[in-house]
């Protein structure tokens, strides 16, 4: 993506950046799936609990997982995400 990008909001300049995801000691780049989410639940487990909710595990796969850039404006702080393929 260029860096040439512009907030359809006010016209400012996008920098890129990500967004973080954590799973336990390990911080991810969040990835885009296709398809709606489905819960998975791994030997008959119960869903681990994060910050006392219920989160249960989703099926995926992950040749179709794409790394989503997330570009923020640096006057009014809207964030656009872009889940694209490599050398597109």
Known sequence: ???QLKCGE???QL??????????AVVFQTQWHPGTPEDQRFLGFKPQTMLGKEVPAIKHDS???LPITAYRCVGC????LFARKQGS
Not at 15 to 24: C, K, Q, R, T, V
Not at 77 to 80: H, I, L
């Open 1 to 3: 993506m260029t860096d």
């Open 10 to 12: 006010c016209g400012q």
């Open 15 to 24: 920098e890129p950046g990500f967004i973080p995801d954590a799973s336990y």
């Open 63 to 65: 040749e179709h997982m």
């Open 77 to 80: 702080g809207a964030v656009k």
